[in-house]
């Protein structure tokens, strides 16, 4: 089978750190992605990996082990708006993507 | 300039109608997805269209068809609505084979099937 977990919640205040990771098993690995949903919106792209390593986008970096099959998105500096469900996906052999099952950040002052 | 669009944005009908959303990518892209996002958030690929072709048809009703007229447009049209059919339906699109990971999504279409 193909499963992706993440913690379901992660509470963090504005200006800490938070890590949200990603462990997957899946049949067929050619890299991870990070998406950002807000309550009501769509996903948007935050970062992938293909590689082992620390990607770095701004506040955001994303982390990937392919031995572990475990990945983790950094969130640095947090801001409010950064409150929102994190998703990570693995790009599979088919170049589909499979979603994880989404981590609901909330962000308090 | 709307990069992904979808139409309608809510859709409330009953049980056992027809009904098809539209979807609509001004980025140039080969490749189209169709979403879908139920209540617990779980976001599921039904279908993929590059350049046109159906490429990824996972296990999905087959009251569910979908139509990709050109590259730029992929519809999908559902057969004899049933309550679980309920969720938000993403359309997306993408560079086609290495680049699908970086996938633009629609604004949803949320359906609701009393």
């Known amino acids: 089978g193909q499963s992706l977990e993440q913690p379901s919640e992660v509470t963090a205040v504005e200006g800490a750190i938070v890590q949200i990771n990603c462990t997957y098993q899946t049949s067929g690995f050619y890299g991870l992605s990070w998406y950002q949903q807000h309550d009501g919106g769509a996903p948007t792209f935050l970062s992938y990996?293909?590689?082992?390593g620390l990607e770095e986008t701004g506040r955001f970096s994303s982390f990937l082990s392919r031995s572990d099959s475990y990945g983790y998105l950094l969130l640095q500096e947090l801001q409010m708006k950064d409150s929102a469900s994190y998703f990570c996906?693995?790009?599979?052999?088919?170049?589909?993507?499979?979603f994880g099952t989404g981590t609901l950040l909330a962000v308090q002052p | 300039d709307t990069a992904v669009s979808q139409t309608p944005k809510y859709l409330v009908t009953q049980m056992g109608n027809d009904k098809s959303i539209k979807c609509e990518q001004n980025?140039?892209?080969?490749?189209m997805y169709w979403y879908k996002q139920d209540s617990k958030k779980f976001l599921k690929i039904m279908f993929s269209y590059n350049n046109k072709e159906l490429i990824i048809n996972e296990t999905v009703p087959n009251r569910f068809s979908p139509k990709s007229p050109d590259k730029a447009h992929l519809n999908l049209h559902i057969n004899s609505l049933e309550l679980g059919d309920s969720a938000v339906y993403f359309c997306?699109?993408?560079?086609?084979?290495?680049?699908?990971?970086?996938?633009?999504f629609g604004p949803g279409t949320r359906l609701t099937v009393t």
């Open positions: 997306a699109s993408s560079q086609q084979g290495e680049f699908s990971y970086e996938q633009y």
């Open positions: 996906a693995v790009k599979s052999a088919t170049n589909k993507l499979i």
């Open positions: 980025l140039g892209h080969d490749t």
């Open positions: 990996n293909a590689l082992d």
